[in-house]
C-alpha cells in the first residue's frame, strides 16, 4: 500500500512539473514570437538554446515557431506547408494567443491563457486558420521583396483533410497576397495600377493553375472569431469577400494597364467572378453582377 501510494505522489509530482515546463516554454516561445515576429532577427546562439531546452512534445512546435522568426526561413517548404499533428497545431495556437495577450490594452497573465486553452477543445478549423495566418505572416515578414510567382501549392500534398481545409490555405495565401497590392490601389496618389500588376504577375499557382483559376468554395461555413473586437462571424462572408477584392482589383489593372480583351475575359470567365452563387459574400455585389451583365452583351 505504501508502495502505491508513493508512486502515486511520484507520479502527481513528475506530471505537475511536465506540465509547468510545458506550460513556461509556450509562454517564452509565446515571447519570441512577439519579438523577432517581424523585421528584428534573432542570434544564431538564440535559436540554438531554443532548440536545446525544448522538451521532445514541443519539438515541432519550437521547429515552428523558429522558422517564422529567422531571416532564411523555409517555412514556405512542403515541410511546414503539411499540417502537423493535432496537439502540436494546439501548441502553436496557444503561441499565437500569448503573442496576443502580450499585445493587448488588457493583458491577463501569459500563465492564464496557456492553462485555459490547454484545458479546452479548440475547433481544428480555428487551429488550421492560425497556422496558416502565421505561416504566410511570416513569409511575408522575412522573404522580401515578394515575389511567388515560382511557388505551386498541391494542395493535395499537405494533410489537409477535406476542401474547407485546403480552402482555408487558398484564403488565408490570398489575403496575404492581397494585402501586396492593396496600398498601391486604395492609398497611392495616383493609383498605381502598373506596380500592382507587376505583383499580381508574382502570385503564386494552385495545383498547377492560375491562382484565379482555383473555385473549390462549395464547403460548410462556418463562424469563428477574426478580430477580438468584432466577435463570432461566417468565415466564408470574410474572406471570400477579400478574395473578390483581389480579383476585381486585379481586373481593374487589366484595364488600367490596357492590356488584352483576352486577358480580361480569361479572368472575368476563369474566376468566380461568374459564379452568382458567391456574389453574397462580397460587399460589391452590384459591381459583380454589372461585370457580368457586360459579359453577356459582349
Known amino acids: 500500500m505504501k508502495k502505491t501510494t508513493s508512486f502515486f505522489i511520484f507520479f502527481l509530482i513528475t506530471f505537475g512539473l511536465h506540465a509547468q515546463n510545458k506550460q513556461s516554454k509556450l509562454i517564452e516561445l509565446g515571447k519570441t514570437y512577439k519579438n523577432f515576429m517581424f523585421v528584428n532577427n534573432p542570434t544564431d546562439d538564440y535559436v540554438k538554446n531554443l532548440k536545446e531546452n525544448s522538451s521532445e512534445d514541443l519539438m515541432a512546435t519550437t521547429d515552428f515557431i523558429i522558422q517564422t522568426i529567422i531571416p532564411k526561413t523555409k517555412i514556405i517548404d512542403k515541410a511546414y506547408l503539411t499540417l502537423p499533428d493535432e496537439q502540436t497545431l494546439k501548441n502553436i495556437y496557444i503561441v499565437c494567443s500569448v503573442n496576443y495577450n502580450l499585445h493587448a490594452k488588457e493583458p491577463v497573465t501569459n500563465e492564464q491563457i496557456v492553462d485555459s486553452l490547454l484545458n479546452i477543445t479548440i475547433p ?56 501586396q497590392i492593396w496600398g498601391l490601389i486604395n492609398i497611392a496618389k495616383p493609383m498605381n495600377t502598373k506596380g500592382a ?102
Open 124 to 179: 481544428r478549423y480555428e487551429m488550421i486558420d492560425r497556422y496558416y495566418s502565421m505561416l504566410f505572416a511570416s513569409y511575408g515578414n522575412k522573404v522580401k521583396p515578394f515575389n511567388m510567382s515560382k511557388i505551386d501549392f498541391r494542395l493535395h500534398e499537405y494533410n489537409l483533410q477535406n476542401d474547407t481545409e485546403k480552402g482555408i490555405l487558398f484564403l488565408r495565401c490570398m489575403e496575404f497576397c492581397g494585402k
Open 197 to 298: 500588376y507587376e505583383n499580381i504577375k508574382k502570385y503564386p499557382k494552385f495545383n498547377g493553375l492560375k491562382y484565379y483559376q482555383y473555385n473549390d468554395f462549395n464547403f460548410p461555413d462556418f463562424e469563428m472569431v477574426i478580430y477580438t473586437n468584432r466577435g463570432k462571424e461566417s468565415y466564408k462572408n470574410y474572406f471570400i469577400g477579400k478574395y473578390y477584392e483581389v480579383l476585381l482589383n486585379h481586373l481593374l489593372c487589366i484595364k488600367k494597364e490596357d492590356k488584352s480583351e483576352k486577358e480580361y475575359h480569361e479572368l472575368l470567365l476563369g474566376s468566380i467572378l461568374r459564379d452568382k452563387d458567391y456574389y453574397k459574400y462580397s460587399k460589391n455585389k452590384d459591381i459583380l453582377e454589372g461585370l457580368f451583365k457586360e459579359i453577356k452583351t459582349d
